[in-house]
């Protein structure tokens, strides 16, 4: 029996010291870098996909790189996402010093779709938009590239991300991971079929999933649908000055989720903020989604009917 508990005891203490070798490594190792491929692309920057690209920068880069004291896409501390520690969002504007002026329209793309920058740097806390189709991506860049106030050049630096160590243990086990750059083109959704059309806006557009899954890090950017608590909300955010919030439950549960919610209502809530009742609905990091057309939400919503519902009661605070 002592020899048994004598091997025990040993099978503990080497596990101990392997999970503590292991956090050291982790502590030390921060997030891991990857190689990232060579993409030979060259946009052609039409004035219908400036257009586009606006629409879609204004969803998809404005609530994260948006500063309000510059009013352009210089980046800012993102203060609402404190589990993965101190992070600021990258100046994305035309500075070939501290912008992306530099950048290939084949390096933009890369990042878009996998995460990873020029010099290899993986940022865990960015949209992985690889399956967004080629046309919104070119479309993307070519309003990256424009004239537009947003990307104008500026010279404004962040200090360096401070990741904490759930950031850098989830990265380095690859739950938070860099998605693969496709082997092939991505077409363009099948607008003509409403659950589709809108499955792609809600998912691979503008990621809804992100905010409205039980949280960050648990979210799987490669299968949405396997995200914990898949649009079942509760996912919490921090505000300035401390004050928690908490995302809102968008399945169809008539008593804790949007059930009750008729389609006009969910396009008038997305848009402009009101829910039923004339209540606000939105807060901070949310803002309303003015430049989805309302077919586009309206697919979303057709999108929203198929999920299984979730009853997850979530205290919004407000």
Aim: aromatic share 10%; proline share 6%.
């Amino acid at each position: 029996m002592k020899k048994v508990f004598r091997y025990l005891l040993i099978g503990l203490l080497v596990i101990v010291v392997a999970a503590g070798g292991f956090a050291a490594f982790v502590a030390i190792r921060g997030i891991p870098e990857y190689s990232p491929e060579k993409i030979a692309l060259a946009v052609n920057a039409t004035p219908e996909r400036i257009a586009k690209g606006r629409q879609l920068s204004s969803m998809l880069c404005n609530g994260c790189h948006m500063d309000e004291n510059t009013g352009k896409l210089t980046g800012r501390a993102m203060d609402e996402v404190p589990q993965f520690g101190t992070i600021y969002s990258k100046n994305i504007t035309k500075d070939p010093e501290h912008g992306i002026g530099k950048w290939t329209d084949g390096e933009i793309a890369y990042l878009l779709r996998t995460g990873i920058t020029p010099k290899g740097r993986f940022l865990p806390v960015m949209a992985k938009l690889h399956r967004m189709s080629d046309e919104d991506i070119q479309s993307v860049i070519a309003f990256l590239r424009s004239g537009h106030m947003w990307v104008s050049a500026d010279n404004t630096q962040h200090p360096a991300s401070s990741y904490s160590f759930l950031a850098k243990f989830l990265a380095n086990i690859k739950v938070l991971k860099p998605m693969s750059f496709p082997k092939g083109a991505v077409p363009e959704p099948d607008t003509t079929n409403k659950v589709k059309w809108g499955e792609y806006v809600c998912l691979y557009r503008v990621e809804c999933y992100t905010c409205h899954s039980a949280d960050f890090t648990t979210d799987d950017f490669e299968n949405p649908e396997k995200s914990k608590g898949f649009f079942g909300g509760g996912n919490k955010f921090e505000l300035p000055g401390g004050k928690e919030i908490y995302s809102r439950n968008l399945t169809m549960d008539e008593e804790t989720g949007i059930g009750k919610w008729t389609e006009d209502e969910f396009v008038r809530a997305v848009k402009t903020g009101i829910v039923p009742g004339g209540q606000p609905s939105l807060r901070q990091p949310m803002k309303p989604y003015v430049d989805l057309s309302d077919n586009e939400v309206r697919a979303i919503y057709a999108y929203l009917k198929t999920l299984p519902s979730i009853k997850n009661k979530v205290e919004r605070n407000f």
